[in-house]
Nanobody, 124 residues
Framework: QVQLVESGGGLVQAGGSLRLSCAASGRTFSDYTMGWFRQGPGKERECVAAISQSGRSTYYADPVKGRFTISRDNAKNTVYLQMNNLKPEDTAVYYC?????????????????WGQGTQVTVSS
């Protein structure tokens, strides 16, 4: 089992920044691909970013490219999502996820462990 706990969400004005953190425990963190998903009101859960076990490979969804940065610190068992130039359409609950699958999968069904989510609200 892997336990994931997100933090760092909140209310921010458009153009502002937030950094989400996800602390993992329970298994060897560096064995897992890590990702950030979000689910807005009335929308499906979507992958916004993912990072390989080593951190050398990353994926970003088109709407967040150039604004969001995913990173990980395997010594601290933590993955981060730096979000800059936030827009109202970024408003959602953001979830941290972990999987043993390689190749940065974006389908939520391929991810094994999930955090409880943290709310991000961007006001216009």
């Amino acid at each position: 089992q892997v336990q994931l706990v997100e933090s760092g969400g909140g209310l921010v004005q458009a153009g502002g920044s937030l950094r989400l953190s996800c602390a993992a425990s329970g298994r060897t963190f560096s064995d897992y691909t890590m990702g950030w998903f979000r689910q807005g009101p009335g929308k499906e859960r979507e992958c916004v970013a993912a990072i390989s076990q080593s951190g050398r490979s990353t994926y970003y969804a088109d709407p967040v490219k150039g604004r969001f940065t995913i990173s990980r610190d395997n010594a601290k068992n933590t993955v981060y999502l730096q979000m800059n130039n936030l827009k109202p359409e970024d408003t959602a609950v953001y979830y941290c996820a972990a999987t043993r699958i390689l190749g940065l999968p974006t389908n939520s069904r391929r991810w094994d462990y999930w955090g409880q989510g943290t709310q991000v609200t961007v006001s216009s």
